[in-house]
Protein backbone atom coordinates (compact mmCIF):
# COMPACT_ATOMS: atom_id res chain seq x y z
CA UNK A 1 0.00 0.00 0.00
CA UNK A 2 1.27 3.70 -1.02
CA UNK A 3 1.16 5.61 2.15
CA UNK A 4 1.20 8.75 -0.28
CA UNK A 5 -1.83 7.59 -1.75
CA UNK A 6 -3.74 7.74 1.50
CA UNK A 7 -4.95 10.85 3.57
CA UNK A 8 -5.39 11.02 7.49
CA UNK A 9 -8.90 9.70 7.67
CA UNK A 10 -8.25 6.79 5.87
CA UNK A 11 -4.86 6.32 7.80
CA UNK A 12 -7.12 6.30 10.28
CA UNK A 13 -9.11 4.01 9.88
CA UNK A 14 -6.31 1.32 8.92
CA UNK A 15 -5.01 2.09 12.46
CA UNK A 16 -7.98 1.59 14.35
CA UNK A 17 -9.20 -1.36 12.59
CA UNK A 18 -5.27 -2.69 13.28
CA UNK A 19 -5.60 -1.53 17.30
CA UNK A 20 -8.85 -3.72 17.69
CA UNK A 21 -7.14 -7.08 15.67
CA UNK A 22 -4.49 -6.29 18.30
CA UNK A 23 -6.58 -6.29 20.79
CA UNK A 24 -8.74 -8.91 20.42
CA UNK A 25 -5.99 -11.17 19.59
CA UNK A 26 -3.90 -10.33 22.67
CA UNK A 27 -7.24 -11.02 24.60
CA UNK A 28 -8.26 -7.84 26.01
CA UNK A 29 -6.10 -5.79 28.52
CA UNK A 30 -3.61 -6.24 31.21
CA UNK A 31 -0.19 -6.64 29.21
CA UNK A 32 2.89 -3.78 29.09
CA UNK A 33 1.94 -0.78 26.80
CA UNK A 34 5.44 -2.09 24.82
CA UNK A 35 3.50 -5.44 24.23
CA UNK A 36 0.51 -3.94 22.04
CA UNK A 37 2.92 -0.79 20.32
CA UNK A 38 5.00 -4.30 18.82
CA UNK A 39 1.90 -6.05 17.79
CA UNK A 40 0.27 -2.82 16.33
CA UNK A 41 3.68 -1.62 13.99
CA UNK A 42 3.30 -5.61 13.18
CA UNK A 43 -0.25 -5.54 12.36
CA UNK A 44 -0.01 -1.76 10.64
CA UNK A 45 3.84 -3.04 8.50
CA UNK A 46 1.92 -6.35 7.01
CA UNK A 47 -0.59 -3.82 5.39
CA UNK A 48 2.01 -1.88 3.91
CA UNK A 49 1.72 1.41 5.75
CA UNK A 50 5.05 2.90 7.17
CA UNK A 51 5.56 3.10 10.42
CA UNK A 52 8.48 4.92 12.77
CA UNK A 53 8.38 4.06 16.57
CA UNK A 54 9.52 5.82 19.04
CA UNK A 55 10.31 9.33 17.21
CA UNK A 56 12.18 11.88 19.17
CA UNK A 57 11.41 15.35 18.38
CA UNK A 58 13.54 18.15 19.36
CA UNK A 59 12.31 21.14 21.27
CA UNK A 60 12.66 24.38 20.61
CA UNK A 61 12.30 27.54 22.75
CA UNK A 62 12.82 31.09 21.95
CA UNK A 63 14.95 29.88 19.13
CA UNK A 64 16.98 27.39 21.28
CA UNK A 65 16.98 24.01 20.91
CA UNK A 66 16.24 22.56 24.28
CA UNK A 67 18.20 19.60 26.17
CA UNK A 68 15.04 17.29 26.23
CA UNK A 69 13.25 15.96 24.11
CA UNK A 70 9.76 14.59 23.44
CA UNK A 71 8.99 11.07 22.21
CA UNK A 72 6.09 10.24 19.98
CA UNK A 73 4.82 6.52 20.27
CA UNK A 74 4.21 5.89 16.35
CA UNK A 75 4.25 7.90 13.40
CA UNK A 76 1.89 6.18 11.05
CA UNK A 77 2.41 7.34 6.90
CA UNK A 78 4.03 10.44 7.69
CA UNK A 79 0.71 11.71 8.35
CA UNK A 80 -0.85 9.97 12.10
CA UNK A 81 0.81 10.23 15.18
CA UNK A 82 -0.28 7.20 17.39
CA UNK A 83 -0.39 7.71 20.77
CA UNK A 84 -0.31 3.77 23.43
CA UNK A 85 -1.64 3.73 26.54
CA UNK A 86 -2.35 0.64 28.69
CA UNK A 87 -4.10 2.01 31.49
CA UNK A 88 -7.50 0.95 33.44
CA UNK A 89 -8.53 4.39 33.79
CA UNK A 90 -8.47 7.16 30.48
CA UNK A 91 -6.90 10.08 31.39
CA UNK A 92 -7.61 13.12 29.04
CA UNK A 93 -4.43 14.71 29.66
CA UNK A 94 -3.81 12.36 26.75
CA UNK A 95 -4.95 14.19 24.52
CA UNK A 96 -3.75 17.24 25.40
CA UNK A 97 -0.53 15.86 25.38
CA UNK A 98 -1.02 14.42 21.91
CA UNK A 99 -2.33 17.60 21.04
CA UNK A 100 0.99 18.96 21.85
CA UNK A 101 2.94 16.20 19.56
CA UNK A 102 0.97 17.81 16.62
CA UNK A 103 1.81 21.06 17.00
CA UNK A 104 5.39 20.32 17.18
CA UNK A 105 5.66 18.27 14.14
CA UNK A 106 3.06 20.17 12.00
CA UNK A 107 1.23 17.00 11.45
CA UNK A 108 -2.52 17.38 11.51
CA UNK A 109 -4.04 13.89 13.06
CA UNK A 110 -3.45 11.81 16.31
CA UNK A 111 -4.87 8.69 17.84
CA UNK A 112 -4.80 7.94 21.27
CA UNK A 113 -5.27 3.88 21.65
CA UNK A 114 -5.87 2.96 25.32
CA UNK A 115 -5.21 -0.80 24.79
CA UNK A 116 -6.30 -1.06 28.73
CA UNK A 117 -9.82 -0.83 28.19
CA UNK A 118 -12.24 -3.99 28.29
CA UNK A 119 -13.43 -2.75 24.65
CA UNK A 120 -10.61 -0.99 22.95
CA UNK A 121 -12.97 0.18 19.99
CA UNK A 122 -14.36 3.02 23.13
CA UNK A 123 -11.10 3.90 23.69
CA UNK A 124 -9.57 4.98 20.97
CA UNK A 125 -9.87 8.87 20.86
CA UNK A 126 -9.27 10.73 18.07
CA UNK A 127 -6.90 14.58 18.26
CA UNK A 128 -7.15 16.92 15.35
CA UNK A 129 -4.52 20.21 15.21
CA UNK A 130 -6.47 21.79 12.09
CA UNK A 131 -8.26 19.01 10.28
CA UNK A 132 -11.76 18.84 9.94
CA UNK A 133 -13.01 16.24 12.00
Request: net charge positive.
Amino acid sequence: MNDQSLDENVLSRHIIECAIEVHRRLRGPGLPVGVYMEALVEALMRRGLDVRRQVGLPIRYKGIRLASWLCVDLIVGNLVIVECKATSKYNPVFEGQTLSLLRQTGLRLGLVVNFGECDVKDAIHRVVNGLQA
